[in-house]
Protein backbone atom coordinates (compact mmCIF):
# COMPACT_ATOMS: atom_id res chain seq x y z
CA UNK A 1 0.00 0.00 0.00
CA UNK A 2 1.37 3.33 -0.97
CA UNK A 3 0.76 6.42 1.78
CA UNK A 4 -0.85 9.27 0.33
CA UNK A 5 0.84 12.23 2.76
CA UNK A 6 -2.51 14.28 1.28
CA UNK A 7 -4.97 11.82 3.06
CA UNK A 8 -2.90 11.75 6.42
CA UNK A 9 -2.84 15.55 6.42
CA UNK A 10 -6.86 15.43 5.79
CA UNK A 11 -7.19 12.75 8.60
CA UNK A 12 -5.30 14.91 11.25
CA UNK A 13 -7.37 17.70 10.91
CA UNK A 14 -9.66 18.45 14.17
CA UNK A 15 -8.42 15.38 15.79
CA UNK A 16 -8.90 15.49 19.89
CA UNK A 17 -6.14 13.12 20.67
CA UNK A 18 -2.99 12.21 23.08
CA UNK A 19 0.53 12.29 21.36
CA UNK A 20 1.02 8.98 19.53
CA UNK A 21 3.58 6.66 21.67
CA UNK A 22 6.12 4.05 19.63
CA UNK A 23 8.06 1.38 21.34
CA UNK A 24 9.96 -0.88 19.20
CA UNK A 25 6.98 -2.39 16.39
CA UNK A 26 4.15 -1.19 18.99
CA UNK A 27 2.32 1.97 18.38
CA UNK A 28 -0.33 3.60 20.38
CA UNK A 29 -2.89 6.73 20.49
CA UNK A 30 -5.38 7.70 22.85
CA UNK A 31 -8.54 9.93 21.12
CA UNK A 32 -11.29 11.37 22.94
CA UNK A 33 -14.72 11.36 22.16
CA UNK A 34 -16.41 13.19 24.90
CA UNK A 35 -20.24 12.42 26.01
CA UNK A 36 -19.69 9.04 25.27
CA UNK A 37 -20.19 5.88 27.70
CA UNK A 38 -17.50 3.41 27.74
CA UNK A 39 -20.42 0.66 26.43
CA UNK A 40 -21.18 3.40 23.66
CA UNK A 41 -17.77 3.87 22.54
CA UNK A 42 -17.02 0.22 22.25
CA UNK A 43 -20.59 0.24 20.02
CA UNK A 44 -18.98 2.93 17.83
CA UNK A 45 -15.85 1.02 17.17
CA UNK A 46 -17.71 -1.92 16.17
CA UNK A 47 -19.48 -0.15 13.42
CA UNK A 48 -16.27 1.77 12.54
CA UNK A 49 -14.58 -1.76 12.25
CA UNK A 50 -17.22 -3.15 9.97
CA UNK A 51 -16.78 -0.33 7.68
CA UNK A 52 -13.60 -0.40 7.70
CA UNK A 53 -12.85 -4.25 7.00
CA UNK A 54 -14.07 -5.67 3.89
CA UNK A 55 -15.14 -9.03 6.21
CA UNK A 56 -14.71 -7.73 9.40
CA UNK A 57 -15.63 -11.14 11.32
CA UNK A 58 -12.12 -12.23 9.66
CA UNK A 59 -9.95 -10.28 11.29
CA UNK A 60 -11.72 -9.66 14.71
CA UNK A 61 -10.58 -12.68 17.05
CA UNK A 62 -11.27 -10.77 20.76
CA UNK A 63 -14.99 -9.11 21.13
CA UNK A 64 -15.58 -8.87 24.86
CA UNK A 65 -18.42 -6.48 25.33
CA UNK A 66 -17.71 -6.49 29.23
CA UNK A 67 -14.10 -5.61 29.13
CA UNK A 68 -14.73 -3.33 26.09
CA UNK A 69 -11.52 -4.73 24.29
CA UNK A 70 -11.30 -6.00 20.70
CA UNK A 71 -8.51 -7.68 19.45
CA UNK A 72 -7.74 -7.57 15.49
CA UNK A 73 -5.44 -9.77 13.44
CA UNK A 74 -4.59 -8.75 9.71
CA UNK A 75 -2.03 -8.01 7.10
CA UNK A 76 -0.98 -4.78 6.02
CA UNK A 77 0.91 -4.07 2.53
CA UNK A 78 4.18 -2.34 3.13
CA UNK A 79 6.27 -0.64 0.54
CA UNK A 80 9.89 -1.04 1.17
CA UNK A 81 12.67 0.87 -0.95
CA UNK A 82 14.46 -1.61 -2.88
CA UNK A 83 18.46 -1.34 -2.26
CA UNK A 84 19.08 -3.24 -5.28
CA UNK A 85 17.89 -1.18 -7.19
CA UNK A 86 19.39 1.74 -6.42
CA UNK A 87 22.66 0.21 -7.39
CA UNK A 88 20.93 -0.66 -10.37
CA UNK A 89 18.64 1.74 -11.40
CA UNK A 90 18.36 1.11 -14.92
CA UNK A 91 17.79 -2.54 -14.41
CA UNK A 92 13.92 -3.06 -15.45
CA UNK A 93 13.68 -6.33 -13.35
CA UNK A 94 13.85 -4.59 -10.60
CA UNK A 95 11.34 -2.61 -8.40
CA UNK A 96 11.54 0.76 -7.11
CA UNK A 97 9.90 -0.03 -4.00
CA UNK A 98 9.19 -4.01 -3.01
CA UNK A 99 5.33 -4.77 -0.50
CA UNK A 100 6.32 -6.78 2.34
CA UNK A 101 3.71 -8.38 4.24
CA UNK A 102 3.64 -7.80 8.05
CA UNK A 103 0.95 -9.28 9.79
CA UNK A 104 -0.34 -7.06 12.19
CA UNK A 105 -2.83 -7.14 15.99
CA UNK A 106 -4.87 -4.25 17.10
CA UNK A 107 -5.57 -3.88 20.56
CA UNK A 108 -8.45 -1.42 20.64
CA UNK A 109 -9.94 -0.66 24.78
CA UNK A 110 -12.92 1.90 24.93
CA UNK A 111 -13.53 4.23 27.73
CA UNK A 112 -16.02 6.93 29.35
CA UNK A 113 -15.25 9.76 26.54
CA UNK A 114 -11.86 7.94 25.15
CA UNK A 115 -10.68 4.89 23.29
CA UNK A 116 -7.27 3.52 22.80
CA UNK A 117 -5.52 1.75 20.02
CA UNK A 118 -2.60 -0.22 20.28
CA UNK A 119 -1.02 -1.62 16.92
CA UNK A 120 1.82 -4.39 16.68
CA UNK A 121 3.75 -4.90 13.53
CA UNK A 122 4.84 -8.55 12.75
CA UNK A 123 8.72 -8.77 10.97
CA UNK A 124 8.11 -8.31 7.13
CA UNK A 125 8.12 -10.81 4.76
CA UNK A 126 7.99 -11.15 0.60
CA UNK A 127 6.79 -13.71 -1.48
CA UNK A 128 8.73 -14.26 -4.81
CA UNK A 129 6.88 -15.37 -7.77
CA UNK A 130 7.86 -19.16 -7.00
CA UNK A 131 6.07 -18.92 -3.08
CA UNK A 132 9.74 -18.46 -1.85
CA UNK A 133 9.96 -16.23 1.27
CA UNK A 134 12.55 -13.53 2.15
CA UNK A 135 12.42 -11.23 5.62
CA UNK A 136 13.71 -8.15 5.79
CA UNK A 137 17.00 -7.83 6.99
CA UNK A 138 15.72 -5.53 10.07
CA UNK A 139 13.29 -5.72 12.49
CA UNK A 140 9.88 -4.03 11.68
CA UNK A 141 10.25 -0.92 14.31
CA UNK A 142 10.05 2.29 14.38
CA UNK A 143 12.52 4.13 16.67
CA UNK A 144 15.67 2.86 15.20
CA UNK A 145 18.81 4.17 17.03
CA UNK A 146 21.61 5.79 15.49
CA UNK A 147 23.97 2.55 16.79
CA UNK A 148 21.16 0.58 14.94
CA UNK A 149 21.39 2.21 11.61
CA UNK A 150 24.92 1.43 12.03
CA UNK A 151 25.03 -2.03 12.78
CA UNK A 152 23.05 -2.42 9.81
CA UNK A 153 25.32 -0.70 7.66
CA UNK A 154 28.05 -3.36 9.48
CA UNK A 155 25.51 -6.34 7.78
CA UNK A 156 25.47 -4.40 4.84
CA UNK A 157 29.67 -4.88 4.14
CA UNK A 158 29.54 -8.07 5.08
CA UNK A 159 26.78 -8.47 2.71
CA UNK A 160 28.84 -7.12 -0.06
CA UNK A 161 32.10 -9.17 0.98
CA UNK A 162 30.09 -11.92 -0.22
CA UNK A 163 31.40 -14.16 -3.57
CA UNK A 164 27.67 -13.38 -5.36
CA UNK A 165 28.83 -9.90 -5.47
CA UNK A 166 32.39 -10.20 -6.54
CA UNK A 167 31.57 -8.99 -9.85
CA UNK A 168 29.62 -5.75 -8.44
CA UNK A 169 31.93 -2.38 -8.80
CA UNK A 170 33.25 -1.02 -5.57
CA UNK A 171 31.20 1.85 -6.01
CA UNK A 172 28.07 0.07 -6.18
CA UNK A 173 29.01 -1.52 -2.98
CA UNK A 174 29.82 1.37 -1.53
CA UNK A 175 25.97 3.10 -2.48
CA UNK A 176 24.88 -0.11 -1.49
CA UNK A 177 26.19 0.52 2.06
CA UNK A 178 25.51 4.41 2.58
CA UNK A 179 21.62 3.32 1.31
CA UNK A 180 20.77 1.65 4.62
CA UNK A 181 20.04 4.22 6.93
CA UNK A 182 18.22 5.89 4.10
CA UNK A 183 15.95 2.63 3.64
CA UNK A 184 15.69 2.23 7.31
CA UNK A 185 14.08 5.39 8.00
CA UNK A 186 11.81 5.65 5.33
CA UNK A 187 10.86 2.54 6.23
CA UNK A 188 10.12 3.25 10.07
CA UNK A 189 8.40 6.57 8.99
CA UNK A 190 5.85 3.94 6.27
CA UNK A 191 5.33 1.80 9.41
CA UNK A 192 4.50 5.21 11.42
CA UNK A 193 2.02 6.62 8.39
CA UNK A 194 0.24 3.26 7.55
CA UNK A 195 -0.81 2.89 11.70
CA UNK A 196 -1.94 7.07 11.52
CA UNK A 197 -3.86 6.11 8.44
CA UNK A 198 -5.31 3.24 9.91
CA UNK A 199 -6.10 4.74 13.47
CA UNK A 200 -7.50 7.63 11.88
CA UNK A 201 -9.84 6.07 9.59
CA UNK A 202 -11.10 4.50 12.57
CA UNK A 203 -11.57 7.63 14.62
CA UNK A 204 -12.76 9.29 11.57
CA UNK A 205 -15.62 6.62 11.28
CA UNK A 206 -17.01 7.23 14.77
CA UNK A 207 -17.57 10.89 13.88
CA UNK A 208 -19.04 10.61 11.29
CA UNK A 209 -21.44 8.11 13.04
CA UNK A 210 -21.57 10.57 15.70
CA UNK A 211 -22.57 13.49 13.25
CA UNK A 212 -24.84 12.07 11.39
CA UNK A 213 -28.06 13.49 10.58
CA UNK A 214 -31.83 12.18 11.49
CA UNK A 215 -33.28 10.51 8.52
Known sequence: MKI?????????VSVKSFSQEIDGNKVSQIYEVRGLTAAQVF????????????????VIVFNDPDSKRIV??????????????????????LL?????????????????????????????????????????????KMDFLA?????????AIEEMNQDYFESTSKKKKELYI????????????????????????IYKKILDDLNEDEW
Open 96 to 140: DYVDYNHDYTIILEARDDKFRIEMQYQDGKYYDSDGTDFKLPFPA
Open 72 to 93: IKAMAMVPVINSYKLINPKDPS
Open 147 to 155: SDLERFKQK
Open 43 to 58: SKINFAIALIYQNAND
Open 4 to 12: NHIIILLFL
Open 178 to 201: QSQPRVINNYQKTLKEYATILFQS
